[in-house]
């Protein structure tokens, strides 16, 4: 079974953050994931290679950390025993549920929560309580 050490999970979180800084700051954009890939479905002109670059460095670091031996589980491409449909169904479920909620947890979790934003504050606590709904129904029960 694979134990995270709480400096890889402040590491990630450092790193999380730090990349949300830097493109508020040089781009004048919100790091939201779904925003992002979004954007690309319906782009604006010249809004196109900032999300292609920060989707590939996404991939990359994904990919690196495969190449460098570490083992991360929340790295597969569908969780162990998981059907690659499975898996489709849910990703399409969380792409609707960003877009009725006008966000992420990057997007809310992250970016807004750091901005002190009451919609994003209100946004994460109900996809929280909605994700530990989720993991009580299909864990416990």
Known sequence: MWVSLPWEALLGGML???SALILMYFNGKIAGISGIVGGL???NKGDIDWR???LAGMVI???SANALGLDYPDLALTPAGQSPIIAIVAGLLV???TKLANGCTSGHGIC???R???RSLIATLVFMAFAMLTVFITQLL
């Open 16 to 18: 999380l953050g730090v």
């Open 41 to 43: 479905l319906s782009p």
């Open 52 to 54: 292609l670059l920060f």
């Open 61 to 63: 670091a994904g990919l």
């Open 95 to 97: 792409g609707i549920g």
């Open 112 to 114: 807004g929560i750091g």
């Open 116 to 118: 002190l934003s009451p």
